[in-house]
């Protein structure tokens, strides 16, 4: 082109704003896709937020049921315990009894 004859400058200066303008929507079409895709994105990080909200929500409530189940394992444990406990005491023989009747007591 650089060696072009002035009557064809027109025709250059043609060709050169038809690449212009071809490159200029190219890039606009570029933008468009890239603001649809920065909208997508965003929606997704507005969706992740709330899905993360709920399963923090929900962990919380889980924490708290399972606060409340080891309670009531530790309650029944210590129910069981002193049941066994109990069980296993000896029961005083009935001599024993007698002994304790009979022997004087010591002040």
């Given at each position: 082109?650089?060696?072009?004859?002035?009557?064809?400058?027109?025709?250059?200066?043609?060709?050169i704003?038809?690449?212009?303008?071809?490159?200029?929507?190219?890039?606009?079409?570029?933008?468009?896709?890239?603001?649809?895709?920065?909208?997508?994105?965003?929606?997704?990080?507005?969706?992740?937020?709330?899905?993360?909200?709920?399963?923090?929500?929900?962990?919380?409530?889980?924490?708290?049921?399972?606060?409340?189940?080891?309670?009531?394992?530790?309650?029944?444990?210590?129910?069981?315990s002193?049941?066994?406990?109990?069980?296993?005491a000896?029961?005083?023989?009935?001599?024993?009894?007698?002994?304790?009747?009979?022997?004087?007591?010591?002040?």
């Amino acid at each position: 082109l650089a060696g072009a004859r002035p009557a064809d400058s027109g025709i250059v200066d043609n060709a050169i704003q038809y690449t212009q303008k071809a490159e200029l929507k190219r890039l606009h079409r570029q933008i468009e896709d890239l603001e649809g895709m920065n909208r997508t994105l965003q929606l997704q990080k507005a969706n992740e937020a709330s899905t993360c909200a709920q399963l923090q929500l929900e962990l919380k409530k889980l924490e708290a049921v399972n606060k409340r189940l080891l309670m009531e394992r530790s309650e029944a444990f210590a129910t069981e315990s002193h049941h066994i406990t109990a069980a296993a005491a000896p029961a005083p023989s009935s001599s024993t009894a007698v002994e304790a009747v009979l022997s004087p007591q010591k002040p």
